[in-house]
C-alpha cells in the first residue's frame, strides 16, 4: 500500500492488516459521487422507495426527541397513560391515520399530552388570545346584526 503523506492521527480505517486515511477515503468517495451522479442518485431513490417506513420511523423519533425531548420509549408511555386517546376529545387514536401529536407549551415547552389534529389546531387557535377576543367580538356583532334584521 502506498503512503499518502497524511499524519498518523488521521489513518483510522482499517481495511484487513492495512489502515487507510481518512482523507484519502474521503477524497476517493466524493470522486466516486462526481463521476456517477446518477448512479448514486438512483441507488439513494432505490433505497427510499425499499426503506419507506424505516425512513419515516426515523424521522419521526429524530422530530420528537429534538423538538420536544421525548424519546420513542417516553412517547409510548404518554400514549399509554392517556389510553392510547386525545387528551380532549377522547377518541382512540385508532380512528385516525396519524399518530397523535405531541402538544406543548409553547412557552415553556412543557409537554401537556397528545391531541388529535383537529383538537391540536383548535387549541392553537385558542391559545391566540388576540385570535380568541376577536371571534367573540365577530359573534356577537353577527347575533347583533340577525336580531335587528
Not at 22 to 50: F, H, M, W
Not at 117 to 131: A, M, S, Y
Amino acid at each position: 500500500m502506498q503512503k499518502c503523506g497524511h499524519s498518523v492521527s488521521e489513518r483510522l480505517y482499517k481495511d484487513g492488516n492495512y489502515f487507510k486515511c481518512r482523507i484519502c477515503v474521503k477524497t476517493r468517495s466524493l470522486k466516486y459521487r462526481l463521476n456517477n451522479s446518477q448512479a448514486v442518485k438512483d441507488g439513494q431513490r432505490r433505497y427510499r422507495e425499499t426503506n419507506r417506513d424505516k425512513i419515516l420511523k426515523s424521522m419521526w423519533k429524530w422530530q420528537i426527541k429534538h423538538k420536544f425531548g421525548l424519546t420513542e420509549t417516553q412517547y409510548i408511555a404518554l400514549l399509554d397513560s392517556q389510553k392510547a386517546c386525545c387528551a380532549i376529545c377522547l377518541k382512540p387514536q385508532s380512528c385516525f391515520k396519524q399518530r397523535l401529536a405531541v402538544d406543548h407549551d409553547h412557552k415553556t415547552g412543557i409537554v401537556r399530552g397528545l391531541l388529535c389534529g383537529l383538537c391540536n389546531r383548535q387549541l392553537g387557535f385558542i391559545e391566540k388570545t388576540d385570535w380568541l377576543l376577536s371571534a367573540q367580538i365577530y359573534l356577537k356583532k353577527d347575533l347583533y346584526a340577525t336580531a335587528i334584521n
